[in-house]
Structures are given as structure tokens and as C-alpha cells.
């Protein structure tokens, strides 16, 4: 939603702006630098897509009257996400008009969870004492003092714009060690649990993945990349359709924010 609200914001001066410069040149350079500025923002924000959802907004601004020369140079903007080409190309349908409507067909794009997988909490967005004070200490133990400042601002006033300043600020490079070290002491807490028996088939195969991802860890972290890694594994009693999977964590570091990156071995 804020991401939305920025792009129409962002194309609304440059509208504005449209209809009183008729220097085309002048136009496209102030719009240029409208659309740097609102960039600047979303990254700054941490909001959805960062930068590249004002791009998008921009481009199909732009190119309003050439919808398939819009889609195309939008998939190019964030070609990143490749199955995003599957919406830009439905935008190329599109008449202008409200389509017909089925809540129902709606409903189906919502996942469904199991009452028994939830866990039943009073207020699940309220962060309580405990949670707050473990935050604390990871920042005092990796001395990140501002994030130590952030939190006791937040205990004070636990609004929503300090919680997206915070959100915001764990997705920093500067902030890196903090996410590491809680990385740390999850593993070091599960690391008392003993490893659960599947089967000698399927604990050979899960053997085998966690092999390929060690492999491939060091293969990173020989280059310097920081890897974690994830292994997802079925309930033993309760089957479900879960099944084995093994996922490295890539973490690089940006200028000014981190790069994630997920990799499935």
C-alpha cells in the first residue's frame, strides 16, 4: 500500500508539472529527477520492491498509449523477478474497464492453514517485554548502538513508524552483524534438540542435500560471501506435504543495504 501510494504520488508531480512546462526536454529532466527522488524514499523506507516498483510506475506512465512497449520495458526494469513477466503481460489486456468479479476465485489466492499449525497468541503485532529485551541485548552484544537506541525509542513509543525505521534498518549492511549473530544463537538453541529419524532412505537423501549445501557453502565463503544454511523437514508423526528441502541463505554486502538471495540445492 505505501508502495502504491509513493508511484502515485511520484506520478502525479510529474503530471502536474506536464501541464505547466511545454519544453519536453525540460519535462523529461525534471521527471527524471522526481522519479531519483522517489526512489531515493522507497529505499530509505524499505518499501516493497524498492526502487524498482517506481520504475514500473514511470515506464507505464510513459508509454501509456504503447502498452506492449511498456510491459516489455517494465520486465526489463525488475527482470530480476522472472515469473514476473506472467502480470506484465496480463497488463497488455487490459481495456480500461473493471472485469467481472468472483469472490470466490478470489478466496482460492489465499492460503489456507490447518488449525492445529497455529499457534494461538493475544495480539500477534504487540511485541512483547521479552522479545524486545533479546533485541536488546543482540545489539548491546554485536555494539550496534544505534539500533540499541532505536529499540529503547520504539519501548517508548511501539508505533508504527518506528517499527518500519527498525524493519528498515535491519535490512542495512551496517546492521549485518546483528541478523548474524541472532542466526547464531538460533542454531546454537536448536543444537540441544537430536536429530529426528526418518527412515533410512529418506535420512540418506536429506544426508546427501545437506552434503551439497556444505559444499557449496564453502564454495562462497571461500569467495568471502556470507552463507547460512536452511533445512526444512516434514513432521514424522503427523505427515503433512511437506517435504525435504535444503536452502542456502547467500548474504552480500551493498552499499547500502544487503542483498538476499535464496538458493535451493
Same mark, same amino acid.
Given at each position: 500500500?505505501?508502495?502504491?501510494?509513493?508511484?502515485?504520488?511520484?506520478?502525479?508531480?510529474?503530471?502536474?508539472?506536464?501541464?505547466?512546462?511545454?519544453?519536453?526536454?525540460?519535462?523529461?529532466?525534471?521527471?527524471?529527477?522526481?522519479?531519483?527522488?522517489?526512489?531515493?524514499?522507497?529505499?530509505?523506507?524499505?518499501?516493497?520492491?524498492?526502487?524498482?516498483?517506481?520504475?514500473?510506475?514511470?515506464?507505464?506512465?510513459?508509454?501509456?498509449?504503447?502498452?506492449?512497449?511498456?510491459?516489455?520495458?517494465?520486465?526489463?526494469?525488475?527482470?530480476?523477478?522472472?515469473?514476473?513477466?506472467?502480470?506484465?503481460?496480463?497488463?497488455?489486456?487490459?481495456?480500461?474497464?473493471?472485469?467481472?468479479?468472483?469472490?470466490?476465485?478470489?478466496?482460492?489466492?489465499?492460503?489456507?492453514?490447518?488449525?492445529?499449525?497455529?499457534?494461538?497468541?493475544?495480539?500477534?503485532?504487540?511485541?512483547?517485554?521479552?522479545?524486545?529485551?533479546?533485541?536488546?541485548?543482540?545489539?548491546? *552484544?554485536?555494539?550496534? $548502538?544505534?539500533?540499541? %537506541?532505536?529499540? &529503547? =525509542?520504539? /519501548?517508548?513509543?511501539?508505533?508504527?513508524?518506528?517499527?518500519?525505521?527498525?524493519?528498515?534498518?535491519?535490512?542495512?549492511?551496517?546492521?549485518?552483524?546483528?541478523?548474524?549473530?541472532?542466526?547464531?544463537?538460533?542454531?546454537?538453541?536448536?543444537?540441544?534438540?537430536?536429530?529426528?529419524?526418518?527412515?533410512?532412505?529418506?535420512? *540418506?537423501?536429506?544426508? $546427501?542435500?545437506?552434503? %551439497?549445501?556444505? &559444499? =557449496?557453502? /564453502?564454495?562462497?565463503?571461500?569467495?568471502?560471501?556470507?552463507?547460512?544454511?536452511?533445512?526444512?523437514?516434514?513432521?514424522?508423526?503427523?505427515?503433512?506435504?511437506?517435504?525435504?528441502?535444503?536452502?542456502?541463505?547467500?548474504?552480500?554486502?551493498?552499499?547500502?543495504?544487503?542483498?538476499?538471495?535464496?538458493?535451493?540445492?
Amino acid at each position: 500500500m505505501f508502495t502504491l501510494a509513493l508511484c502515485l504520488i511520484t506520478i502525479w508531480i510529474i503530471d502536474a508539472v506536464k501541464d505547466k512546462i511545454s519544453n519536453k526536454v525540460l519535462w523529461y529532466s525534471i521527471s527524471i529527477v522526481v522519479v531519483g527522488i522517489s526512489c531515493a524514499v522507497a529505499m530509505a523506507l524499505s518499501l516493497d520492491y524498492d526502487y524498482h516498483a517506481i520504475i514500473v510506475a514511470y515506464i507505464f506512465y510513459i508509454f501509456y498509449d504503447k502498452p506492449i512497449l511498456g510491459a516489455g520495458l517494465g520486465y526489463l526494469s525488475i527482470i530480476k523477478e522472472l515469473y514476473s513477466c506472467l502480470g506484465f503481460a496480463m497488463t497488455v489486456t487490459y481495456n480500461g474497464e473493471r472485469g467481472r468479479q468472483n469472490k470466490w476465485i478470489n478466496y482460492l489466492f489465499y492460503p489456507a492453514v490447518p488449525e492445529k499449525y497455529i499457534v494461538p497468541v493475544d495480539n500477534p503485532w504487540e511485541v512483547t517485554a521479552e522479545a524486545l529485551a533479546v533485541m536488546q541485548e543482540l545489539a548491546t *552484544e554485536a555494539g550496534d $548502538e544505534k539500533l540499541g %537506541k532505536m529499540l &529503547r =525509542r520504539y /519501548e517508548k513509543k511501539p508505533d508504527i513508524s518506528n517499527t518500519r525505521k527498525i524493519a528498515g534498518m535491519l535490512c542495512r549492511s551496517s546492521h549485518l552483524p546483528v541478523i548474524t549473530l541472532l542466526g547464531e544463537k538460533i542454531r546454537e538453541a536448536a543444537s540441544v534438540y537430536p536429530d529426528r529419524d526418518f527412515g533410512r532412505k529418506q535420512n *540418506e537423501y536429506l544426508h $546427501e542435500l545437506m552434503e %551439497k549445501a556444505e &559444499r =557449496r557453502k /564453502e564454495e562462497l565463503e571461500a569467495a568471502n560471501v556470507q552463507t547460512l544454511i536452511y533445512r526444512e523437514e516434514p513432521f514424522i508423526y503427523d505427515c503433512d506435504s511437506i517435504s525435504f528441502q535444503v536452502y542456502l541463505m547467500i548474504v552480500r554486502k551493498g552499499v547500502w543495504k544487503q542483498k538476499i538471495m535464496v538458493e535451493k540445492i
